[in-house]
């Protein structure tokens, strides 16, 4: 009997509730290592994570695959609060537009 495959995880949060990804290691190599979703057809060539991989897609436990996940939301914070930022810079701009367009003088530059 074949021993049991090594499985790896991925972890995403959904509307408050953790969805674990769970990937098949397929062969380790001197570079990293070649991954298949559980889901995957068996002839699915897979895909290599690099061992030096810093934003790694999976982990080889559920605790570094939640760590990823934090990291990935901590990031996607700090572009979604540069985004606001932007937004509400280009708000103030097109309202101060806007005033100068009841004055008659919007577009004098």
Not at 15 to 30: F, H, L, N
Not at 44 to 54: A, D, E, F, P
Not at 78 to 96: N, S
């Amino acid at each position: 009997m074949p021993d049991k495959p090594d499985i790896w995880y991925s972890a995403k949060v959904v509307q408050y509730v953790i969805q674990y990804d769970t990937w098949i290691v397929m062969r380790y190599t001197p570079k990293g290592v070649w991954l298949r979703r559980s889901t995957d057809r068996p002839s699915y060539r897979g895909q290599l994570l690099l061992g030096s991989t810093i934003n790694a897609f999976a982990a080889p436990t559920k605790y570094l695959a939640l760590q990823d996940a934090l990291a990935r939301s901590r990031k996607n914070e700090k572009m979604l609060v540069i985004r606001h930022a932007d937004a509400m810079a280009d708000t103030a701009y097109l309202q101060e537009l806007m005033k100068k367009e009841e004055c008659g003088n919007a577009f004098d530059f």
